[in-house]
């Protein structure tokens, strides 16, 4: 099967000034399609980091990052944004919803940018969601648990090929952190995208079929489903 995301030997730091910290060291690692995998790791273990580099938003020191079929090393800033628009989903932990638009218009945006209109799925995901009858309200005046269920339903109204959530349940509390799990790992499996999320709560993590943590800028596989299995 064709992999959704590799990184071979990916190497990525930050100066502050005077010094060069290493942060991924050499990262090795596929994410095959249809994978849902939860990343862990220490705070400043480079979780985010990593999201960033899938997503074009921070670039690799060395190394090379292949999405989809596609090497990304001569890709230059409007090659990752067609990818943005086209292939990726990103849910964040502060929801960066579009605050003067409601949320129908939030769902929208992303969709006009690549000329697609309101479709049935968008309609289907409004109804799992729980957005039944709050269309036209302005995202501000939603609970943080209904905006992040809008944050769900952008991310997956393309279908995208890849979903990257970096601690989606992180502002909310554990009751409506749990629900917005359990919906996007479904929403996420109908769309055919894959999942990779960072997160500090087991609980989420389990709604992954991988485990992943990142440990002195490597990644470890901690488990996954097949294995428990075998
Ligand atoms: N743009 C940047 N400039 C300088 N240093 C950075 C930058 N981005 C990240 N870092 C540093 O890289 C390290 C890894 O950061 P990152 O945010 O990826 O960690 P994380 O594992 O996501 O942490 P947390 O769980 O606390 O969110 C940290 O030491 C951070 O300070």
């Not at 910290?21 to 220490?42: F, K, R």
């Not at 409007?78 to 929801?95: D, H, M, P, T, Y």
């Not at 991310?155 to 554990?174: I, V, W």
């Not at 799990?181 to 079929?209: D, I, N, R, Y």
């Amino acid at each position: 099967m064709a992999s959704a995301a590799r990184f071979y030997q990916v190497s990525k730091g930050f100066n502050d000034g005077s010094e060069y910290h290493s942060v991924l060291d050499g990262v090795e690692l596929t994410l095959e399609q249809g994978d849902t995998i939860a990343l862990t790791g220490p705070s400043g273990s480079g979780k985010s980091t990593l999201l960033n580099l899938m997503a074009g938003f921070e670039i690799a020191d060395s190394g090379e990052i292949e999405l989809g079929t596609e090497s990304t090393k001569h890709w230059k800033d409007n090659k990752w944004s067609e990818f943005r628009r086209r292939q990726l989903g990103v849910i964040f932990q502060q929801f960066n919803l579009l605050t003067p638009l409601n949320v129908k218009d939030n769902i929208a945006f992303p969709l006009h940018l690549i000329g697609q209109d309101w479709s049935p799925w968008c309609q289907h995901l409004i109804d799992k969601l729980g957005l039944s009858g709050l269309e036209h309200r302005s995202v501000e005046q939603l609970s943080g648990g209904q905006q992040q269920r809008v944050a769900v339903a952008r991310a997956l109204a393309h279908k995208p090929m890849l979903l990257l959530a970096d601690e989606p349940t992180g502002n909310l509390d554990q009751s409506s952190g749990l629900q917005v799990m359990s919906l996007l790992s479904e929403l996420a499996s109908e769309a055919g995208s894959t999942v990779l999320m960072v997160t500090h709560s087991s609980e989420c993590a389990a709604f992954m079929q991988r485990h992943w943590q990142l440990k002195q800028g490597k990644i470890l596989e901690v488990s996954s489903v097949q294995s428990k299995e075998a």
